[in-house]
């Protein structure tokens, strides 16, 4: 398998390929670190913000065959906590989203990794995996980040938010 640049590489450990884990750490990691690194700059100097970082459930539990976009989905946890302890102080909050299956594109392309023959059984296998029967929808995970930015969360600091349909549980 080579690199996968639309979507995640679904290999194990063993046969991941190293460029596309170098690709998935400069997106995931490196990509949420700069963010951080520069617009807490402002939001210092404002003295105030919110930061809504995306994770995954891949970055909360094991999840055969993505070690490395589930590693850097853990990495984006830590970076969120380890943020909202430095900021807290400084009137700016840090959480993450934590979606599960999401009804897009990268899905799709997941479906197909795991079974090229038939994408619809992948699906209809994923989904069995929902305590709530579905994939979640991007309008789900939106209004999570919407609750977390607003007034209402105002009290909310260094959590990973879970979208995740009972996954979880």
Known sequence: MGLCPR??????????????????????????FYGLKY????????GFGSI???????????????????ASKAAVIA??????VEYAGLGIRVNA?????????MMRSLEKEFNPEDSQAAKEFLTKSVPLGRYSEPKDVSEA??????EKA????????????????
């Open 154 to 169: 105002s009290f909310i600091t260094g959590i990973a938010l879970e979208v995740v349909g009972g996954m979880t549980a």
């Open 7 to 32: 979507h995640i590489c679904v290999a194990p450990i063993t046969d991941y390929p190293s460029d596309s884990l170098d690709l998935i750490i400069d997106v995931n990691i490196k990509g949420v």
């Open 79 to 84: 970076l969120t906590k380890t943020a909202a």
């Open 39 to 46: 617009v807490l700059r402002v939001m210092k100097e404002q």
């Open 145 to 150: 980040v919407l609750f977390l930015a607003s």
């Open 97 to 105: 989203v934590c979606p599960a299956l999401v009804n897009t594109r």
């Open 52 to 70: 809504i970082n995306t994770s995954s459930i891949a970055g909360l539990k094991g999840m055969p065959n993505t070690s490395a976009y589930n």
